[in-house]
């Protein structure tokens, strides 16, 4: 999906949702899509307009079930001290909130539900 026109400031994010984001959050998200649904344990990778890749969340190839990144019913944000994008997944840069009981997640068994379990404007 193009971003066109999408400008994000250092120590900012864009929302990309799909139409049900409205209605839960009373927001309109940055972009709005049918094309993203994830369901904890996708892989996100930002890329720009030649392809290079220029951050990412996950592992290109690897089902996320039972990985430190696992965030079903729940959700990922970079850490705040991170403030570069980094194109190799480095788990140690994100804190993972997850409703799985897997011991590698930072947080397991702390799902965040939409829209009552966290705010999507706050990293």
Known sequence: MALTGIVIP?????????????I??????????????????????LVD???ARMDIFGVIGQDGNGTN???EDGRATRNL????PN??????EWTVYSA?????????????????GFNPGVR
Do not use: C, H, M, R
């Open 49 to 51: 307009n030649t392809g």
């Open 87 to 92: 194109p190799i997944f480095t788990i140690s």
């Open 100 to 116: 799985a009981s897997n011991s590698l997640i930072t947080n397991p068994g702390s799902p965040q539900n939409a829209p009552d």
């Open 69 to 71: 990144w696992e965030y």
């Open 10 to 22: 250092p120590g900012e994010f864009a929302v990309i949702a799909g139409s049900e984001y409205k």
């Open 24 to 45: 839960l959050f009373n927001n309109i998200p940055d972009i709005e899509t049918t094309y993203i649904s994830g369901n904890g344990d996708d892989v996100y990778e």
């Open 81 to 84: 001290a991170i403030s570069e």
